[in-house]
C-alpha cells in the first residue's frame, strides 16, 4: 500500500502546469476513504463554457475522464457512488482546451483503518487535525510521520498546532488489533502574497 501511495504523489508530480480558473473540491474532504464511501468531486469554475470535467490517473488505468468506464458525471462534478480499492488515484479538472486545476491524491482502502487528512496543502502557522478511525468507531491511535512514531492519542485525533515546512511529510496511523491506515503524504505551503505596484507617470 505505501508503494501505491509513493507512486500516487508521483502521478500528481505530472500536473505540473495548471491554472486559476477551476479548482477541484472533494467531499468528503479527506484523502482517504474506506471501500464502499461514496465520493463527490466538484470543479468550481470561473468560466463555466469552458467545458471542464474531472480526470483522473489511477494505478490500473492511465488517463480517462468522468462518466467513461467510471464515475457518474453531472455536469462539471463527478460522483462515485461505491469506491473501490482500483479508484484510488490522482484526480483534476481539466478544460476542452487543456488547461488545468489543482490535482488531489485519493486513497480508497479495503483495510479496516483510514487516516483523515487534508487533502488540499495546508497553509503555514495554521492548524491541521489527524483523525484515524475505523468504520464504526475513533479509538486511541498511534500516529506516524515518515515511518517514525510522533505521539498516541486516546481519542484517536491528533492536532499539529502552528504548521510550518519542517511537518510537511507522509503520515499513517495505527490502531491496535486494526491494523494500520494506508500513508497520505501532507503539503505545507506558505501564505499567500499579494504585491500591489503603483506607477507613477511624469510629464515633461
Known sequence: MEKTSLLLLFLG??????????RLTV???????????S?????????????WTVRRNTTKRWTSQCGVKWGKA??????????VPWDSGVYWCESRDGATSNSISI???????????????VMEGHDVTLHCKTKTSNLPAAFYKDGSLIRTEPTGHMTIH??????EGLYKCDISSHGESPPSWISVTGPQVTINQSMNVVDD
Open 13 to 22: 508530480s505530472l500536473l505540473c502546469c495548471t491554472t486559476n480558473q477551476a
Open 39 to 51: 465520493v463527490s468531486l466538484s470543479c468550481e469554475e470561473d468560466d463555466s463554457s469552458a467545458g
Open 74 to 83: 453531472a455536469g462539471s462534478s463527478c460522483i462515485i457512488s461505491l469506491t
Open 162 to 167: 502552528h504548521v510550518s515546512k519542517s511537518d
Open 27 to 37: 467531499s468528503p474532504s479527506s484523502s482517504q476513504l474506506f471501500e464502499g464511501d
Open 107 to 121: 486513497t480508497v482502502t479495503g483495510g479496516a483503518v483510514i487516516l483523515q487528512s487534508p487533502v488540499l496543502p
